[in-house]
């Protein structure tokens, strides 16, 4: 019955304008279909065939989604096995007979979609532009792969490794793999012991036998719920999921049962990793219980009071002591007992051992030392805030609801909000006695002991006996249907002058009442900023750590208290918050205090984190090619400067120096600022007057424009020992504006070539047909005020890949160059851009963040209501010589980061 928190996997919302408020409404069920609870806006129903059904419309957004979870995880493999779900989740997107090119089709109609493992269920979702063709065809082919999806051994041979490679990613991170080796050393015999991802063995060597029985046991009607989210007739829709799925025979199999239970930890146990890196990292796990069980919201408000950064318990122990740069903690948990995480960040070479003691000490002895009221409500508060900006975004719940779900029932979703508001602070100390004990500690050596405190892991209740005396809320959720047209945000916006700030207002209806603002900020020009170095950074990083009223934690709650999420000039608040919010950035904007401690300590973050990149391919790689497409001088902001530069300057950087460059150029004249959402005009206009319309920096305000260069093509092979995965990347200067007439059909080219997801040409290259790596793409980039433009691909590939990505890349170049592309490439790349667009514009903080971009070039939406009748005009003789005429081939710059020794297959 946990509550779902930081779920932000997008699900879409709508339907028709009597539906917006979340209202019942009565019609007759197609036959066999069963209607059961409806909670807040959310209706089940299930088919005959045991399918269930969640409909949640919703009107305030254009877009719908469609999220299938079925009941089935890592924990349901068996030895040999490991990883099967995960790579099963991948070859769902190779075809089914209805619909054998999945993800062409998603490209070719702009949608969003992704599936995600875990230990209990898997999931996939698609998120697209509201219209019945793409619902039916969402659905047709989702009832479609839901038992006809081929699985076929040729998909197998090339995703396998594609798998490989995201699993070799994981293997470069230091925190990832401390995680996944203390998760196998904290279970004895459960399958929470392993990793989602599997075992590489595993997972090279999986029979296409085994992975064909797991998805016919699993993949059936009556072990997954289907989720449609958004702008739909509620009525029609369920008539063809009737139609599609109950098409599907209830199937005759029992699925297997699981009867493993992890035994009571006797004793606590020492874990070390030993690999190359740049950080030291202490962590400590202690077993949890189910996230069915009370305990288990408890248990969460101590990982958040140990945990939170700036307020929690360990920063303040370990953090601004100077002992640790960082701290975490967060549980892992599901349907069975599960994990709690403590731990540390260390710099290279610090003395760790204090830190452990420190660390142990404090999670140890928390239960001494229960939550003070602050604690809690801050705690409580931001659990709340979380639950409500996601039941407010169907977007966010839709995904959120696969992991209550994954427990029994999608309503204990909402249990778990009322299990929070009740939560007492002697509940939470005394959960952290029953569990975080040395006993049932990871981290030290087995130690025989004629006293042990062991943890007994309590018996998990049921879904239903969890729910027999909940009572669903009634919620009032008003908003509007709202077109993202150009058109319509035109129509719907005023721009106004208020002092030294270009205003553009767009009040509308939201579910929850949420606007959104931007502030568009500019400080200094070319010359004035020369010689600052890392001076601008650290004064922007420092804004947020204390003001002239309120010490750190004390702004972090004045925020949260005003429900203001995103950063300092880029957030979204409530219709009744947002004066107080805009009062409460101008603050602290214009008062920020810049206290010592606070300077100190993120300055040590950032070297920690500069150090940490030394040896990661990406960040070599990126500095490397960054640096060779330098063309100004040491001093200048545009300077691409070196890691050891970036260190020197975080050293010599002083307090005094951000104090006097806060003081002499932060203003907000001029400015550009947009609103957008449930707010008053009239009320204010006349704030952002008073707050930011006459505040004017001393220094000089100008924009600083980077000019294009042709700079001569190079090669390099860099050296990054231990490191399982490697990084490709690749660059050439583009002289280009986003007003060029060849600018349109460039960028479809773009989509084509690598920025079109999975059916780009160059992931169908080396990650679909080759399965060379797990990500990879181009982009395209051209200056909105100046010519400089880029273009650059990159990828992840292991490091012995990493020659037969540089050759795909190339060949695949040379050939869009050479034949061109197709008139069905162009379409599908129209398409998808065009729904991708409109979808972007559904976001209020997008239009708010293009509207501040629009008015600081003097433009408006118009611009972009004719770009997109440029794009769609672009023809087929168009698109190929406007690529053609910008990129060659032979003017790419490369770089390659990896370990030498093993691509070099050990030699």
């Known amino acids: 019955m946990k509550i779902a928190r930081g779920f932000v996997a997008p699900v879409a919302v709508g339907c028709a304008a009597f539906l917006a408020a979340g209202a019942a409404w009565s019609f007759q069920l197609p036959k066999g279909v069963v209607q059961g609870p409806m909670v ?6 299930r088919l005959p065939n045991g399918l269930k059904v969640l409909l949640f419309p919703d009107a305030s957004r254009p877009t719908i989604t469609v999220n299938v979870t079925y009941l089935v995880g890592s924990r349901h493999e068996n030895y040999g096995e490991t990883g099967m779900a995960h790579l099963l989740e991948h070859l769902m997107f190779k075809g089914a007979p209805k619909h054998p090119d999945i993800t062409r089709q998603f490209a ?64 470069n991170s230091p925190g990832q793999v401390l995680m996944k080796r203390m998760q196998s050393l904290s279970y004895d015999w459960h399958a929470y012991g392993r990793p989602t991802i599997g075992n590489r063995s595993d997972i090279e060597n999986v029979k296409i036998e085994n992975l064909q029985a797991f998805y016919h046991t699993w993949y059936q009607p009556d072990n997954a719920v289907l989720l449609v989210a958004g702008k739909f007739d509620p009525v029609a829709t369920l008539g063809t999921i009737s139609r599609l799925f109950g098409a599907i025979p209830k199937p005759k199999r029992t699925l297997p049962k699981f009867w493993t239970v992890e035994p009571t930890q006797d004793g606590e146990r020492t874990y070390a990793v030993r690999r190359q890196g740049d950080v030291q990292i202490v962590a400590l796990g202690y077993k949890i219980p189910s996230g069915l069980h009370p305990d288990s919201d408890v248990l969460d408000f101590a990982s958040s009071i140990m945990g939170d950064v700036p307020t929690g318990r360990l920063h303040k122990l370990l953090v601004d002591s100077g002992m640790a740069s960082e701290v975490f903690a967060f549980p892992q948990t599901g349907y069975a007992p599960g994990l709690q995480f403590f731990g540390a960040v260390v710099k290279k070479g610090a003395p760790i051992e204090p830190v452990r003691a420190a660390l142990t000490e404090a999670v140890e002895s928390f239960y001494k030392n229960p939550p003070t009221a602050e604690e809690m409500e801050r705690v409580r508060r931001a659990y709340l805030n979380d639950f409500e900006r996601s039941l407010n975004d169907p977007q966010k719940v839709g995904v959120s609801l696969s992991e209550s779900i994954s427990l029994g029932d999608w309503r204990l979703y909402f249990v778990g909000r009322e299990r929070v508001k009740q939560v007492k602070a002697d509940e939470v100390a005394a959960a952290a006695g029953r569990y975080f004990r040395r006993d049932n500690r990871v981290t030290g050596t087995f130690i025989p002991d004629d006293n042990p405190q062991r943890a007994q892991i309590p018996v998990a209740p049921t879904a239903q006996d969890l729910l027999k005396d909940f009572k669903p809320q009634n919620g009032n959720y008003v908003s509007e249907e709202f077109a993202p047209t150009q058109e319509n945000i035109l129509k719907r916006t005023t721009l106004v002058t208020e002092g030294g700030v270009t205003l553009a207002l767009l009040p509308k209806k939201n579910r929850g009442a949420t606007v959104s603002v931007d502030l568009r900020q500019h400080i200094g020009d070319e010359k004035n900023l020369f010689g600052k170095n890392a001076i601008p950074g650290l004064t922007a990083a420092m804004l947020m750590r204390g003001t002239s009223k309120y010490n750190r934690v004390q702004l972090a709650d004045a925020f949260d208290k005003l429900k203001i999420s ?3 000039t880029h957030f979204q608040t409530t219709r009744e918050n947002l004066p107080e919010a805009l009062r409460l950035v101008a603050h602290v904007l214009k008062e920020a205090s810049f206290p010592a401690t606070e300077f100190e300590q993120l300055r040590q973050q950032a070297l920690v984190g500069l150090e940490a990149g030394r040896s990661e391919p990406q960040e070599v790689a990126s500095r490397a090619l960054a640096e060779h497409f330098n063309i100004y001088p040491r001093g200048d902001v545009r300077y691409e400067t070196t890691l050891d530069e970036d260190i020197a300057d975080i050293k010599t950087a002083t307090l005094d120096q951000v104090k006097a460059f806060h003081r002499d150029y932060y203003g907000t004249v001029p400015a550009q600022m947009a609103i957008v959402g449930d707010f008053d005009p009239k009320e204010v206009t006349p704030l952002v007057d008073e707050l930011f319309g006459h505040w004017q920096a001393k220094e000089h305000v100008a924009p600083v424009l980077r000019r294009y260069a042709d700079i001569k093509p190079m090669e390099k092979t860099l050296d990054t020992p231990d490191k399982e995965n490697g990084f490709f990347t690749a660059r050439e200067n583009l002289d280009l504006n986003v007003d060029d007439e060849d600018f349109p059909a460039l960028m479809l080219a773009n989509y084509i070539f690598g920025e079109g997801g999975l059916r780009s040409r160059l992931m169908d290259r080396i990650r679909q047909k080759e399965g060379l790596s797990y990500g990879g793409g181009s982009q395209l980039v051209a200056g909105e005020m100046d010519r400089a433009g880029t273009f650059a691909i990159s990828a992840i590939a292991a490091p012995q890949n990493l020659r037969r990505v540089d050759k795909a890349v190339r060949e695949e170049l040379a050939r869009a160059v050479k034949d061109g592309f197709t008139q069905q490439e162009l379409a599908g790349a129209k398409s998808g851009l065009m729904q991708q667009r409109i979808q972007n514009r559904s976001e209020d903080g997008v239009v708010a963040a293009g509207w501040t971009s629009y008015l600081y070039r003097g433009k408006t939406y118009e611009w972009s209501r004719e770009f997109e009748r440029k794009l769609m005009a672009v ?10 005429k910008a990129i060659d081939p032979a003017k790419l710059s490369v770089v390659i980061a990896g370990d030498q020794h093993k691509a070099n297959g050990g030699k």
């Not at 807040?40 to 129903?45: K, R, V």
């Not at 082919?141 to 041979?157: G, N």
């Not at 023809?875 to 053609?884: E, G, H, K």
């Open 40 to 45: 807040e806006g959310i209706t089940e129903y």
């Open 875 to 884: 023809t087929l003789p168009q698109l190929n010589a406007a690529f053609r």
């Open 108 to 171: 070719d109609r702009g949608m969003q979609f992704n599936g995600t493992t875990s230990f209990d269920r898997t999931n996939y979702y698609e998120v697209f532009d509201a219209s019945g063709d793409n619902l039916q065809w969402a659905l047709q082919m989702e009832a479609d792969r839901m038992v006809h999806s081929f699985i076929a051994r040729k998909d197998l041979d090339s995703e396998m490794t594609v798998v490989r490679n995201e699993y070799e990613s994981g293997e």
């Open 566 to 568: 995103g950063g300092l």
